[in-house]
């Protein structure tokens, strides 16, 4: 089906549509339809694809005020970038696609479709004023004996395709943990820690490193994979370096170095939910950006 087909589709429904003409077929169908969708939505959400799909559906509403309004020039748009859109998805989240056509295969798949749960979506809770205490706490303590350590805490966008590629360890989050996994001649040592509420949830994972030139010579992998996974991501992730024992905190592509306890601490609460809406917390980081600049430029000037 074209897109041209498609917006002609929504034209003879919203002007020819009549309630008398569903019967027991289409009830059916309603409901089949809404339960795959449903799905569809819950595994959507777990990956990085759930920010296409809102997109898709901001484009979709383009499309029917098009139709309804008659706007020409949008309908021509949106039916010539519609299939280069579907093309690029396509290569963008092939690893999604292709996770999503291996759980077909599995025994329970039936299952698991029909009698989910939403404990995935309960997990997704946010970091306690206690996590956030020993997250600090566990950061400075390696900080002091240069212990490089990476952390992930994850937010809205799921990390799951690299919380796979680490091992599973399912733990409250403590600074004596934190401490152990990161300890040098350890198993878990290398690669990062994500964090999903106020768990460990798994060690060891692989993240995407950035491509970034703006990044310092002196910097290593661990910074550049925390610049990386923020890139991907509206995740927050701790550095700590294992050459100076300095913290950094990598935030949408950027990274903000040589953090002491309380600026950490700050910017951990920020993950925190808040009545005031997310504008206030978008205005605290903009607030700590310029607080930065404003002490570099007083050091510059002594």
Known sequence: MSFDQFLDLIQKYLYRFSISTIGITDIVEIIIISAIVYQIIKWL????????????????????????FQLDTIAWLL???LSVGIMAAIVI????????????????????????????????TFLTEKGITEIVRATFEMSKV??????????????????????AVDGIVSSQLLINIFEHNTPLHDG???????????ATCYLPLTDSMELGKELGTRHRAAVGISEVSDSTTIVVSE???????????????????EELKERLNLLRPEPTGSMDVLKKWKGL??????EKSEKSDK
């Open 146 to 167: 240069k212990t490089g350590a990476l952390i992930v805490i994850e937010q809205k966008v799921a990390l799951g395709e690299y919380e796979r590629t680490g091992i």
């Open 45 to 68: 959400q777990l990956t990085r694809a759930w920010t296409l799909f809102k997109g898709i559906i901001v484009l979709l509403l383009f499309a029917l005020m098009a139709v309804i």
């Open 79 to 81: 039916s010539n970038s």
């Open 192 to 202: 990062a820690v994500i964090i999903r509420g106020n768990r460990i949830v798994s």
């Open 243 to 261: 050459e100076t024992g300095g913290v950094s905190v990598a935030k949408d592509g950027k990274l903000y170095r040589s953090l002491d306890r």
């Open 93 to 124: 989240f092939q690893p999604e696609l292709r996770r999503a056509l291996e759980q077909l295969g599995r025994k329970n798949f039936l299952r698991n479709f029909i009698f989910s749960s939403d404990e995935e979506a309960s997990e997704k």
């Open 289 to 294: 950006l310029r607080n930065e600049r404003s």
